[in-house]
């Protein structure tokens, strides 16, 4: 009976641990600040220019790797589209339709993890 409540007694401990991890699920380890993201669009005949503002130090080098803090890259979606990775600080959409759009710019661990920094921005071709 003894080793029955050891076993409840650790199960329990173990459980507690479990749930006290030290990285959030949004990808940010604890303690560290979320870096911050500012996008602008400037449109030119069907040519939409992308111009990124972060404190994210953008990484090809270490895409898709092992996470290290304050690193990562730009996850781009147009018009609800796939994801395009963005490993630069401006990119190009280009032979766009005439109409509205929009593009959604999201900031990414090396690993994929989100830093849950988005933006959002509309804009028309005419």
């Known amino acids: ?15 507690i641990l479990t749930g006290c991890s030290s990285t959030p699920t949004n990808g940010t380890q604890a303690g560290e600040k979320k870096p911050y993201l500012e996008a602008t669009v400037t449109v030119n005949g069907t040519t939409a220019a992308i111009a990124i503002k972060t404190d994210l130090i953008i990484s090809k080098e ?17 018009d609800n589209g796939e994801n395009i990775i963005v490993t630069e600080d401006h990119t190009e959409l280009t032979d ?19 830093y849950d920094v988005s933006q959002s921005i509309d804009f028309e071709v005419k």
């Open 62 to 78: 270490h895409y898709n790797q092992e996470r290290v803090p304050g690193e990562g890259h730009i996850h781009m979606s147009v």
């Open 96 to 114: 766009l339709s005439q109409g509205p759009h929009n593009v959604k710019l999201s900031l990414h661990n090396n690993d994929h993890t989100p």
């Open 1 to 15: 009976m003894k080793w029955i409540s050891a076993i409840c007694i650790l199960t329990c401990g173990l459980t």
